[in-house]
């Protein structure tokens, strides 16, 4: 018989990317409030709506930048589909990050 292996000590466990971490930047959102339905369109031609409410929202770059760290697939997030998020180059990735994180 083996132990089971125990949780780290909270002071112990790895610490992952601020950005990815912190949803303090939601309370600002524009999308606030909106069904959340919108956000993830059947199809990419469909995903005016969203887009439309992102170009105007005050967090978009912190939102953008919080689904590149957690590798979200699916919906729009900070005005990109997930097509247009995956086209991103590393070097447009780490420019978003930075500029989100200096924001």
């Known amino acids: 018989m083996t132990r089971a292996k125990q949780a780290p000590e909270q002071s112990e466990r790895p610490r992952g990317n601020p950005a990815a971490e912190n949803y303090s930047w939601q309370a600002d959102a ?25 170009q105007t929202c005050p967090v978009r770059l912190a939102c953008l930048a919080f689904s590149l760290e957690r590798n979200e697939r699916f919906g729009v997030w900070g ?18 990050r930075r500029q989100a994180a200096a924001a």
């Open 79 to 96: 005005g990109l589909t997930e097509k247009e998020r995956a086209r991103l180059s590393p070097a447009a990735r780490d420019a978003i």
């Open 30 to 54: 524009s999308c606030r409030g909106v069904d959340s339905e919108l956000f993830f369109p059947p199809t990419e031609d469909e995903s005016g709506p969203a887009k439309a409410i992102c």
